[in-house]
């Protein structure tokens, strides 16, 4: 498989809404839960420039992730999406080394994600871990596990 980790460009908001959306119904959502999440799963040129996003591109676009950065080495990760038909094919562990790499240079030191219940063993073996729970930002109620990742700080030479 030839993949390529990119930044997504503002022209490809649409694509990986609808990449985004078909990634979370594949957790066995039903329409209603779907329309519900539409405005949050949405990405839009204004989400791109408030994070970096990337995708792995293979000819079409089969996977995305957004890398945030909040103020003090602290990260967020949002919009970790692989396509159904490319799940468990190492998509997800190529741009979680994106992922680390840019936090790296970004000087981040910590990451953290709010999880869909059903990712959640995928996070536990990128090697996050839980330590709480938020408020889902879609559903009135739900409550969704909130991981965290620890990035080994870089020694400094003297």
Avoid at 63 to 86: E, N, S
Avoid at 90 to 111: M, P
Wanted: with cysteine.
């Amino acid at each position: 498989m030839n993949l390529t980790i990119r930044r997504a460009r503002s022209d490809e908001a649409e694509i990986l809404t609808d990449l985004s959306m078909r990634a979370k119904r594949s957790n066995g959502y039903d329409d209603a839960f779907m329309k519900v999440c539409r405005n949050e799963l949405m990405v839009t040129a204004a989400r791109m420039e408030e994070g970096e996003y990337w995708v792995a591109d293979s000819g079409i676009i089969c996977g995305c992730v957004c890398l945030q950065l909040v103020d003090g080495g602290y990260g967020q990760v949002h919009a970790f999406f692989i396509d159904p038909d490319r799940q468990r094919q190492g998509v997800g562990r190529l741009l979680w080394r994106k992922v680390l790499e840019r936090a790296k240079i970004l000087g981040i030191t910590s990451l953290s994600l709010d999880a869909d219940p059903a990712a959640v063993p995928f996070y536990r073996a990128l090697g996050f871990i839980e330590i709480g729970q938020t408020p889902s930002g879609s559903i009135e109620g739900r409550m969704l596990p909130r991981m965290e990742y620890q990035l080994e700080p870089i020694a400094h030479r003297s």
